[in-house]
């Protein structure tokens, strides 16, 4: 064994020092290309496996589209502030950050439906 996988074994070398079970157990499942790309959709930067066991075990894993577009509408939010507090702004800047908004929400909108019409249709 490696120093690293060592330290995996023991439960060390995680992030922030915590202690993680080990994971001695595999699971194989087969799908279409398709059901892989929907998945990898899915999960975004997640791991396939991270987002399936998030989904399954973790009490309902939240939607990697709609956190990257909650932060977006964040960044938005402070840009429109900096813009509103300056006297100088120009309309095309204010404007073109409120398109940005526009899009990020039905960004996540699409995301909320795409999440509710994958828990219907899950058996």
Known sequence: MTKKSDKRAAG?????????????????????????????RLAGDDSISGYLLGRALGGGARHAVALRTIKELHDIGRQLQRLADRPSAQREDMDAALRAVRASIDRLAGAAIAEADDQVDAP
């Open 12 to 40: 060390q070398g995680t992030a922030k020092g915590a202690a993680v079970a080990l994971k001695s157990e595999q699971i194989n499942l087969r799908v279409t290309a398709e059901q892989k790309a929907a998945l990898q």
